[in-house]
């Protein structure tokens, strides 16, 4: 095995029936994320070689190397998973399952009520929401919204005057 080869897509190293590569699986699969599998066999102690260590220096599974990484390799099956969570937030693909006219059908609902300020917040710090297409649909109806309208930041009466 030849440690780090790059890759375009993150690499996942794992053994078929390791629970713990089993749960990083799961959580790269219903985030949808492309990923590599490279096998280590735990059965003939290849996590055991000096090359493996190389990548996670307990010599065990899973280890998670980031696309085009040179590493160092993420280790720590929960730990992953939680960098997973905090790199590839899942709002978007649930509300292909969830959206109707807003967030969940076609009923204004409390996933409505935190999504329109996230939203704002997203795009104050200049992050692209267009990449949310799903999200910006719902946001933008919203906004015609008479509640939604009158909640708005720049109609509060403490909302300096410049940014009304
Ligand atoms: N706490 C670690 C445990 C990793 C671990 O013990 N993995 C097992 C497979 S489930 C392993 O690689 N065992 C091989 C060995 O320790 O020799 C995690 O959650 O990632």
Not at 74 to 102: F, M, N, Q
Not at 110 to 126: C, I, K, S, T
């Amino acid at each position: 095995m030849t440690p780090h080869p790059p890759s375009s897509q993150p690499i996942l190293y794992s053994f078929y029936r390791s629970s713990c590569a089993w749960r990083v699986r799961l959580g790269l699969h219903l985030k949808n994320i492309p990923f590599e599998t490279r096998p280590i066999n735990l059965l003939t102690e290849e996590n055991k070689t000096a090359e493996y260590k190389t990548i996670h220096p307990f010599g065990a599974v899973p280890a998670f190397l980031e696309a085009n990484s040179q590493g160092p390799a993420l280790v720590e099956s929960v730990a992953i998973l939680e960098y997973l969570d905090e790199t590839r937030p899942a709002l978007e693909k649930l509300l292909e399952r969830t959206a109707g006219k807003y967030s969940y059908g076609d009923s204004i609902t409390m996933a409505d009520l935190l999504l329109v300020p996230q939203f704002y917040n997203g795009v104050r710090f200049e992050v692209d929401m267009s990449a949310y297409p799903i999200m910006s649909r719902i946001n933008n109806e919203l906004e015609t919204v008479p509640a939604f309208q009158a909640a708005h930041p720049t109609k509060q009466p403490d909302c300096p005057p410049e940014l009304r």
